[in-house]
Each structure stands twice: as structure tokens, then as C-alpha cells.
């Protein structure tokens, strides 16, 4: 017999096998009679300082579950002639492929950067001797951004497709079945790569093609469509051309911005935010959320919970100022995709075990405050993001190193005269971050650590420190698309997709935009 309960317990029991099983025998008042407990979900409650797990748990009863065997309906389309061209290979691309195979369509992958192990070099030459390859680094290549930049699944975009499918799609390719029980899943920077590689390795079984160093750098249009699309590699640029095309390439291809607005192809500049990354001790996180009044208090609790998180946000006046992909356990990461750049992010291992704890604090910018860059047209936004950018590089000393400073000096206007060990591999330089940043958002992000202080007793402290700056949240131009049909409103066979069109906002959202789009392609172009 088989029952679902949900249930809160301690985290002792909540992570014990045995220990639940038991529970649930008090629970629903049973015997001795054989008990199999599945998690379905599970979320911790840490709001007071007795710490609770929620459960919610399939319980069988003098039955064994069945296993369910997760399965997908891959075609062979090596000889198709339908095709699908897909430029990026990030989520939206990779799952925008696996949904082609499945709609026995043929999908055709440009990455313009390294498959996901050759990139590794790149990352280091960053991290040792900042070396930026513009098309090799944490943003661009195989797996896009989220390969080397955490793998949180998180999302609250549930009506843009099934978030389940997605999650079965990754566990199919080799993520932990943890993913589909945890309220907010993640892989890990550490096993993503793996996983990846497992994906283009279906792909290319079933008959797609995923071609590595192979940039779009143009395009030509007839009647209304995209003609034929330029590829650049290193043998030099090939024409290809185009029945249907998914446009993925991510928040930091600014050259595919560049192009469309040089070829008057509709774009839109769009609200974003940027700001500072933030690093804390991770002991001192975990000692503020889970309640924890002394080290050995903080062990003790550890043994059974992950490495706490947070999220805040406040209003100040019209701007709301917030966290950004947090990263308990974690490591900030430089992201710049080209020179005189400097940008940070973070990720975390699957076992978030690093000894710091990293969060984006950002201010939400309005296209009022694109202004002074008006004449950039639709890439105002994109302009302002550049100039930080390169403020930073300038701060940091004109190399990889970055403009930091310790919070609580930040808030008080004083410079810091040392900075603590910070997990960001290419070093610190401490400056003026208000100098940096300027009026709007430095004095915006100091009100905000303020109120911050206020909702986490002990956070606004000179242990941690902001590290400059976290500006690649998302991106700063959307490239429109009909609502119905996804299609650029100029452009009948264009399906702009993903974090870079503006319609995505972290690995699971857009992969299930990828496969909106490749859904709409079949009934659009080939369901005739």
C-alpha cells in the first residue's frame, strides 16, 4: 500500500535512513509490518533555532516501490533533412538539441568556444596568469556560463515548461536523484563538466552535430528570413544556410548585439542589475541562520545540514537592492570575456564545502538610468555594464585582480588598510569601491548592507568584504519574439532564446526555453 505523507522532523532524523523509517512507523501509528520510504521533497526550516525538515515522503507499506526507470524517446536523425541550426551551446542550446531529437528533427550546434575539458585551460590561464580568452573562459564554451559557474536548478518559472523534465533530463544524463527531491537543487561546478559531456554525447549518437570553435559573425536576409547564417573558425568563414535557426548564445555575446543593431534588426534595451559580490565566512553564515551562539554549536549542526544560504532584498526609495546567485561553500570567480574587463561571479562545489560564502549584491538599474548613454541607442545598457567594467579593470591595477574592499569599511566610507583571504584566485586590490561603483549604485548598495545588517544580526562586518563587480546578472538587451510563436518579429525563421534574448534567467529556465523553441520550429516549419 502505498500513502503520502508530509512530515517535520529534526535534521538527525531527517538524513537517517533508519531513523525515518521509524518516524514514519510513529507517524502512521504501524506495526511491525515491512516500511520502504522514498523522499519526494524536502526543505529545511531554519527560521527558529530548533531547525526543522520538511518531508514529503512516498511511503509503501508491506510493498517495495517500483523503480522508475527514467527514459527518453531520442530519434536517429543523422539522415534527416529537417534541420535546426542552434548557435550557443549553453542549457537553452544543448536542451533545445535534445528536444529536436526527440521531434526527429536534426540539430545543428555553433559553439564558439572549447568543448567543456579544453576550456579548463583557459579558466586557469585566467585565474594564474590573467590571460582572457575572449572566446574560451567562464562565460563561453561548452555548457555555457552554469558549467563553471555553479549549477543551481532552481527556478519559480514552472508555467514556461516542466521543470521535472528538465531535472529527470540531467539525472538521465547522470546527476544525482537528490536533485529531485531537494526544494533547491544544485550539481555542483565540479561534476557539471561530466554531465555535459554526457549530453553532447547523446546528441552526437542520435545523429546531431555540435561543432566546437565556431563563432556566427554574420548573417544575410531574404524575404523576411534569415538567408544564411557566416560561421568563423579557425580554417576561416563558411556559409551555411538556414531553414530554422535558435538564437542561444548567452547574457555576454555582445558582438551578436552589435550585429543585429548594425543590421537593424529590431533589439531592445532592457532593465538589469549590477553591483558587488560579497564574501563572508561560511562559519559565520551558518552561525547566523542556523542559530548558532558558539563554533562547536555550528559543527554540531553542520554535521547533518548543508552550508546555509541566504536571501535578501530591500527597497531603497524607487531601486530594490538584493542577493544574486548565492553560493554557500563557494568560490568567486573572474568573468570577463574580453580585455580591460573586470567581472566577478561565484560557484560551489557539490559538497559546498569551501570555507567562504559568496552572494551577488546588486541594485536593480531602470532604463531611466541608461540615460547618459543614449547615444548607444538600444545599447545604452550594454555601454554602462562596459564602462564598470573597465572601472574595475582600471581599479584592480589593469590585470585580473580586483578592486575589493573590506563591507563594514565600505559602508563607513573608509578605505580598508588589509583585506581578509578571499577565494578570488587572481587577488584583491583595495580601493575606494564608492569611487568606483559612482553615486548610484555605491550609495544604494551601502543603505542596502545597512538594512541587511539589520535582518542578519552580525552579517555587516569587517570579516567579510565586496569585490567588484558583479555586472553579467543578466543581459542588458532583449532581442524581442512574437509570444505565440517565439519568432522574431522580423525575422520569420529566428527564434531568439534563452538568458542572451532576454526570456531565461538561470540553467533550468532556459533549458526549458530551449525546448519551447524547438518545440515551435516543428509546428511552425516542418507540421505541415
Same mark, same amino acid.
Given at each position: 500500500?502505498?500513502?503520502?505523507?508530509?512530515?517535520?522532523?529534526?535534521? /538527525?532524523?531527517? $538524513?537517517?535512513?533508519?531513523?525515518?523509517?521509524?518516524?514514519?512507523?510513529?507517524? @502512521?501509528?504501524?506495526?511491525?509490518?515491512?516500511?520502504?520510504?522514498?523522499?519526494?521533497?524536502?526543505?529545511?526550516?531554519?527560521?527558529?533555532?530548533?531547525?526543522?525538515?520538511?518531508?514529503?515522503?512516498?511511503?509503501?507499506?508491506?510493498?517495495?516501490?517500483?523503480?522508475?526507470?527514467?527514459?527518453?524517446?531520442?530519434?536517429?536523425?543523422?539522415?534527416?533533412?529537417?534541420?535546426?541550426?542552434?548557435?550557443?551551446?549553453?542549457?537553452?542550446? =544543448?536542451?533545445?538539441?535534445?528536444?529536436?531529437?526527440?521531434?526527429?528533427?536534426?540539430?545543428? %550546434?555553433?559553439?564558439?568556444?572549447?568543448?567543456?575539458?579544453?576550456?579548463?585551460?583557459?579558466?586557469?590561464?585566467?585565474?594564474?596568469?590573467?590571460?582572457?580568452?575572449?572566446?574560451?573562459?567562464?562565460? $563561453?564554451?561548452?555548457?555555457?556560463?552554469?558549467?563553471?559557474?555553479?549549477?543551481?536548478?532552481?527556478?519559480?518559472?514552472?508555467?514556461?515548461?516542466?521543470?521535472?523534465?528538465?531535472?529527470?533530463?540531467?539525472?538521465?544524463?547522470?546527476?544525482?536523484?537528490?536533485?529531485?527531491?531537494?526544494?533547491?537543487?544544485?550539481?555542483?561546478?565540479?561534476?557539471?563538466?561530466?554531465?555535459?559531456?554526457?549530453?553532447?554525447? /547523446?546528441?552526437?549518437?542520435?545523429?546531431?552535430?555540435?561543432?566546437?570553435?565556431?563563432?556566427?559573425?554574420?548573417?544575410?536576409?531574404?524575404?523576411?528570413?534569415?538567408?544564411?547564417?557566416?560561421?568563423?573558425?579557425?580554417?576561416?568563414? /563558411?556559409? $551555411?544556410?538556414?531553414?530554422?535557426?535558435?538564437?542561444?548564445?548567452?547574457?555576454?555575446?555582445?558582438?551578436?548585439?552589435? @550585429?543585429?543593431?548594425?543590421?537593424?534588426?529590431?533589439?531592445?534595451?532592457?532593465?538589469?542589475?549590477?553591483?558587488?559580490?560579497?564574501?563572508?565566512?561560511?562559519?559565520?553564515?551558518?552561525?547566523?541562520?542556523?542559530?548558532?551562539?558558539?563554533?562547536?554549536?555550528?559543527?554540531?549542526?553542520?554535521?547533518?545540514?548543508?552550508?546555509?544560504?541566504?536571501?535578501?532584498?530591500?527597497?531603497?526609495?524607487?531601486?530594490?537592492?538584493?542577493?544574486?546567485?548565492?553560493?554557500?561553500?563557494?568560490?568567486?570567480?573572474?568573468?570577463?570575456?574580453?580585455?580591460?574587463?573586470?567581472?566577478?561571479?561565484?560557484?560551489?562545489?557539490?559538497?559546498?564545502?569551501?570555507?567562504?560564502?559568496?552572494?551577488?549584491?546588486?541594485?536593480?538599474?531602470?532604463?531611466?538610468?541608461?540615460?547618459?548613454?543614449?547615444?548607444?541607442?538600444?545599447?545604452?545598457?550594454?555601454?554602462?555594464?562596459?564602462?564598470?567594467?573597465?572601472?574595475?579593470?582600471?581599479?584592480?591595477?589593469?590585470?585580473?585582480?580586483?578592486?575589493?574592499?573590506? =563591507?563594514?569599511?565600505?559602508?563607513?566610507?573608509?578605505?580598508?588598510?588589509?583585506?581578509?583571504?578571499?577565494?578570488?584566485?587572481?587577488?584583491?586590490?583595495?580601493?575606494?569601491?564608492?569611487?568606483?561603483?559612482?553615486?548610484?549604485?555605491?550609495?544604494?548598495?551601502?543603505?542596502?548592507?545597512?538594512? $541587511?545588517?539589520?535582518?542578519?544580526?552580525?552579517?555587516?562586518?569587517?570579516?567579510? =568584504?565586496?569585490?567588484?563587480?558583479?555586472?553579467?546578472?543578466?543581459?542588458?538587451?532583449? %532581442?524581442?519574439?512574437?509570444?505565440?510563436?517565439?519568432?522574431?518579429?522580423?525575422?520569420?525563421?529566428?527564434?531568439?532564446?534563452?538568458?542572451?534574448?532576454?526570456?531565461?534567467?538561470?540553467?533550468?529556465?532556459?533549458?526549458?526555453?530551449?525546448?519551447?523553441?524547438?518545440?515551435?520550429?516543428?509546428?511552425?516549419?516542418?507540421?505541415?
Amino acid at each position: 500500500m502505498l500513502q503520502k505523507i508530509q512530515i517535520q522532523v529534526s535534521p /538527525t532524523i531527517a $538524513f537517517n535512513e533508519q531513523l525515518l523509517k521509524e518516524e514514519v512507523k510513529q507517524f @502512521l501509528s504501524l506495526g511491525d509490518q515491512a516500511l520502504f520510504v522514498k523522499p519526494v521533497r524536502r526543505s529545511i526550516d531554519a527560521r527558529n533555532r530548533n531547525i526543522k525538515v520538511n518531508l514529503t515522503l512516498h511511503v509503501f507499506v508491506d510493498e517495495q516501490p517500483s523503480t522508475d526507470e527514467i527514459t527518453f524517446d531520442y530519434k536517429d536523425v543523422s539522415k534527416r533533412k529537417n534541420t535546426c541550426h542552434i548557435i550557443g551551446a549553453g542549457p537553452a542550446g =544543448l536542451f533545445a538539441a535534445l528536444r529536436c531529437l526527440e521531434l526527429n528533427i536534426k540539430p545543428i %550546434i555553433f559553439e564558439r568556444g572549447k568543448n567543456v575539458k579544453d576550456r579548463r585551460r583557459d579558466l586557469a590561464a585566467i585565474n594564474k596568469d590573467h590571460l582572457v580568452n575572449p572566446e574560451s573562459n567562464y562565460c $563561453f564554451g561548452e555548457g555555457g556560463a552554469g558549467t563553471y559557474s555553479d549549477g543551481k536548478l532552481y527556478t519559480r518559472s514552472s508555467k514556461r515548461g516542466s521543470i521535472e523534465k528538465i531535472l529527470n533530463t540531467f539525472v538521465y544524463h547522470g546527476a544525482s536523484s537528490e536533485i529531485l527531491v531537494d526544494a533547491h537543487p544544485h550539481i555542483g561546478t565540479n561534476k557539471l563538466p561530466q554531465l555535459i559531456e554526457n549530453i553532447r554525447e /547523446t546528441i552526437l549518437k542520435f545523429g546531431g552535430e555540435i561543432h566546437f570553435n565556431s563563432k556566427m559573425v554574420d548573417l544575410t536576409i531574404e524575404n523576411g528570413a534569415i538567408k544564411e547564417i557566416y560561421v568563423e573558425t579557425e580554417k576561416g568563414k /563558411t556559409e $551555411f544556410p538556414i531553414q530554422s535557426l535558435i538564437l542561444a548564445t548567452g547574457h555576454s555575446a555582445r558582438d551578436i548585439y552589435e @550585429l543585429f543593431d548594425s543590421k537593424k534588426i529590431l533589439i531592445e534595451a532592457k532593465p538589469f542589475a549590477m553591483g558587488v559580490r560579497v564574501e563572508h565566512p561560511q562559519e559565520l553564515i551558518d552561525s547566523i541562520q542556523y542559530h548558532c551562539s558558539s563554533t562547536n554549536e555550528v559543527n554540531e549542526k553542520r554535521e547533518y545540514l548543508p552550508a546555509s544560504s541566504y536571501s535578501l532584498v530591500n527597497q531603497i526609495g524607487a531601486y530594490g537592492v538584493y542577493s544574486f546567485c548565492m553560493c554557500p561553500g563557494g568560490i568567486i570567480a573572474p568573468c570577463a570575456t574580453g580585455p580591460e574587463q573586470v567581472v566577478t561571479n561565484g560557484w560551489s562545489p557539490s559538497k559546498r564545502n569551501n570555507p567562504y560564502a559568496n552572494s551577488g549584491i546588486v541594485l536593480g538599474l531602470t532604463l531611466n538610468d541608461f540615460k547618459p548613454y543614449a547615444k548607444h541607442g538600444e545599447l545604452s545598457g550594454l555601454a554602462f555594464q562596459k564602462e564598470l567594467e573597465k572601472s574595475a579593470w582600471f581599479a584592480g591595477g589593469k590585470t585580473q585582480t580586483a578592486p575589493a574592499q573590506r =563591507l563594514q569599511d565600505f559602508v563607513n566610507g573608509k578605505l580598508s588598510t588589509s583585506l581578509p583571504d578571499c577565494s578570488y584566485q587572481p587577488g584583491l586590490r583595495s580601493v575606494d569601491m564608492m569611487s568606483m561603483l559612482g553615486n548610484l549604485i555605491g550609495k544604494n548598495l551601502q543603505q542596502g548592507f545597512k538594512e $541587511f545588517g539589520k535582518k542578519m544580526r552580525g552579517y555587516l562586518t569587517n570579516e567579510a =568584504l565586496i569585490v567588484g563587480v558583479e555586472s553579467r546578472t543578466s543581459t542588458p538587451v532583449r %532581442i524581442p519574439r512574437d509570444n505565440e510563436t517565439l519568432q522574431h518579429p522580423q525575422l520569420k525563421n529566428l527564434f531568439p532564446c534563452g538568458e542572451g534574448a532576454g526570456y531565461a534567467g538561470g540553467i533550468v529556465s532556459a533549458a526549458m526555453d530551449g525546448e519551447r523553441c524547438a518545440d515551435k520550429v516543428l509546428e511552425l516549419n516542418y507540421k505541415k
